[in-house]
């Protein structure tokens, strides 16, 4: 199983960023999804997940309303689109999925991707 996200980059406070995370080696379809995000000394943070049937999702507070997860279960791909984006939202950002699991534990998580680094300059 592989997740690749992509999408990650410089922007400036305010602006906007969509990250994509593509899978393969999996039934993606069955699969629910989620993004956490890791700063430099912190731990892992959770920000939204999103159920196999893409019908229920879940989100932060800390993004509630900027950010938001779809999928698209024939290009076996999940997105997460940021806006209004902040300093502190700068991190190292992941996609992970699980056959079961969609909550805010990443250690419940199956599979991670490499993540990929967004920056939000002030």
């Known amino acids: 199983v592989q997740l690749q996200a992509s999408g990650g980059g410089l922007v400036q406070a305010g602006g906007s960023l969509r990250l994509s995370c593509a899978a393969s080696?999996?039934?993606?379809?069955?699969?629910?999804m989620g993004w956490f995000r890791q700063a430099p000394g912190r731990e892992r943070e959770f920000l939204v997940s999103l159920s196999r049937s893409g019908t229920r999702t879940s989100y932060a507070d800390s993004v509630k309303g900027r950010f938001t997860i779809s999928r698209d279960n024939a290009k076996n791909t999940v997105y997460l689109q940021m806006n209004s984006l902040k300093p502190e939202d700068t991190a190292v950002y992941f996609c992970?999925?699980?056959?079961?699991?969609?909550?805010?534990?990443?250690?419940?998580?199956?599979?991670w991707g490499q993540g990929t680094l967004v920056t939000v300059s002030s």
């Open positions: 080696g999996l039934t993606f379809s069955v699969y629910n």
């Open positions: 992970t999925s699980d056959i079961s699991y969609w909550g805010a534990n990443p250690s419940d998580y199956n599979y």
